[in-house]
């Protein structure tokens, strides 16, 4: 927080948190959501969404400015619905959580796992991702997913709580285990590894075409899929109504084909691209369900931030 210490801006980044996990599950449904999109429309205003406009608007050419910001501001209300219904998720029941979930195309995932195998799943910043979860361990298998450590170490145990407390296994990116050789593991038992991939958090990230132009994007999920040899679905998750309130949609796509010539780093870089394609075709569809407030389009990144060497 600007104008607090650094030691009293965490505490009350924490405050905060630990305020929203009690209030908003103690508000009516219609009305916790009516506070975030009041919130949303107030960071749009005070000019909090310059990151989210300047990736719209390169996936959205075509758009002018006043359509432009119209999508940037219903891209706010998707993203503050997030974090409205993740403060709420620890108080639904099986019963609720299904009934704001509908899936296309898991016949293929289920088939992997009733065979004793894994999926892999490419995922990006759409729709809510922790209610797919909650979702997936209830109605589908266990999940074995990796998280950014959040700063501060406060706000990353609440979160970490927050997702193994429904029923997720959480890997830290940093700070822990290796987490490659825990994913390997983690993919030679039954279960789902969604991972979000869409930005390239370290510098081992590839370069695909995203949207018609150069993005960089994680290749961890095709490189787990190729060292174990399980499949690789594509899945994009976006907002829908339903009735007065708000549910989602998760799509899994078909698996992404693995190349038959090439060498590793070759077949990681085509299958990432493949699942680029399959996510670049949502977000053009359902942009304000992208929520993606850092940079990703190598235009944008800072010139220093190098590929690195292949593995």
């Known amino acids: 927080m600007r104008g607090l210490p650094a030691d009293l801006a965490a505490s009350a980044t924490v405050a905060g948190h630990r305020l929203g996990w009690a209030a908003v599950r103690r508000l009516p449904e219609r009305a916790a959501y009516r506070l975030f999109d009041a919130v949303a429309d107030v960071t ?153 991939a869409d930005r390239d958090l370290t510098r081992q990230g590839v370069t695909v075409d995203f949207c018609g132009l150069p993005a960089r994007m994680a290749p961890g999920p095709a490189a787990l899929a190729l060292a174990e040899r399980r499949p690789l679905f594509p899945v994009s998750i976006r907002h829908e109504r339903r009735g007065r309130g708000w549910g989602i949609v998760i799509v899994f796509h078909p698996p992404v084909e693995v190349p038959a010539t090439g060498a590793t780093r070759e077949k990681v870089v085509a299958m990432t691209q493949a699942c680029a394609d399959v996510l670049g075709d949502a977000v053009r569809r359902y942009t304000s369900d992208w929520h993606m407030l850092q940079r990703v389009f190598v235009d944008d990144l800072d010139p220093a931030r190098a590929p690195a060497a292949a593995p």
């Open 44 to 196: 749009v205003a005070r000019g909090g969404a310059a990151r989210m406009r300047a990736n719209y608007a390169r996936v959205r050419p075509e758009l002018d400015d006043a359509a432009l910001d119209a999508l940037v501001r219903e891209g706010m209300r998707s993203y503050l619905r997030y974090y409205c219904e993740a403060f709420r998720l620890p108080v639904l029941d099986r019963d609720a959580i299904l009934a704001r979930v509908r899936v296309e195309g898991d016949d293929a995932v289920r088939e992997v796992l009733d065979a004793g195998g894994s999926a892999v799943c490419f995922l990006g910043h759409l729709g809510n991702w922790d209610l797919a979860g909650a979702w997936g361990t209830q109605f589908l298998g266990p999940v074995t997913t990796v998280a950014e450590r959040l700063e501060p170490e406060e706000v990353f145990r609440e979160f970490l709580e927050f997702r193994e407390g429904l029923g997720m296994t959480i890997l830290p990116l940093t700070g822990g285990p290796e987490v490659f050789p825990a994913l390997r593991e983690a993919a030679r038992t039954p279960q789902v590894i969604p991972l979000l």
